[in-house]
């Protein structure tokens, strides 16, 4: 298995709190990204970065800040959490970009609720 | 507006059943990966299909990219109990160099014994 672990596994928090969820790899891969699946949607991307201190948006990345100063770590923050943003969230690695796309490696996942 | 159609969204079979699930899109992807993901954990690779018009198999479970890489099916052949799970497909883009995973909805998919 891809060594990723994301943390916390689960949390509990209050709307208008900030909230950050961390992803860990010893893979050294280049890209890791953070996703958010919710029933009806399956995976979509919030964020994900493509070096140390590179990160671009996804499709729902409004409400959601990412930072990468290690390549071993990649960090995603609710600056002011909404009940919307309950969901569970997935970080994926993959290694240096190839045409013929390599496969994601997804952590177990964190699941966050705002009440 | 999904950009990847995945249909359908749940599937309840008995098991020894045939059973066909579809992705489809108006955009052409790179390639077109399958996971299936399991109740608390993350979603694990299934196979990846290239080239247009390309078939892959895994034992019982046949992958399949349509010609023009737009749509892509997993047809299951006498499914088990085992085979239960959330299958996902994943369209590959590659956008200002970097590869992004456009996800169906899912497809949860129960055999019952």
């Known amino acids: 298995d891809a060594g990723i672990t994301q943390s916390p596994r689960h949390k509990v928090t209050e709307t208008g709190t900030p909230v950050t969820l961390r992803c860990h790899q010893t893979?050294?891969?280049?890209?890791m990204y953070w996703y958010r699946q919710d029933p009806g949607h399956g995976l979509r991307l919030i964020h994900y970065s493509y070096g140390v201190k590179d990160t671009d948006k996804g499709e729902v990345s409004d409400g959601y800040s990412v930072s990468r100063s290690k390549t071993e770590d990649f960090l995603l923050t609710l600056e002011s959490a909404t009940s919307s943003q309950t969901s569970v969230y997935f970080c994926a690695i993959s290694p240096n970009f190839d045409r013929y796309n390599q496969p994601q490696h997804f952590g177990d996942g964190t699941r966050l609720s705002i009440l | 507006t999904q950009l990847l159609e995945q249909s359908p969204q749940f599937l309840s079979i008995q098991e020894g059943e045939n059973l066909t699930v579809y992705c489809n899109s108006s955009s052409v992807f790179s390639s077109l990966q399958w996971y299936r993901q399991e109740p608390g954990e993350g979603p694990v690779l299934l196979v990846t299909?290239?080239?247009?018009?390309e078939v892959k198999k895994l034992k019982r479970l046949t992958f399949q990219f349509g010609d023009a890489r737009k749509d892509s099916s997993l047809h299951i052949t006498a499914a088990q109990t085992g085979d239960t799970g959330l299958y996902l497909c994943?369209?590959?883009?590659?956008?200002?160099?970097?590869?992004?995973?456009?996800f169906g909805q899912g497809t949860r998919l129960t055999i019952n014994p």
């Open positions: 994943a369209g590959a883009l590659i956008i200002q160099g970097a590869q992004k995973l456009v």
């Open positions: 299909v290239v080239t247009g018009g």
């Open positions: 893979e050294n891969h280049r890209y």
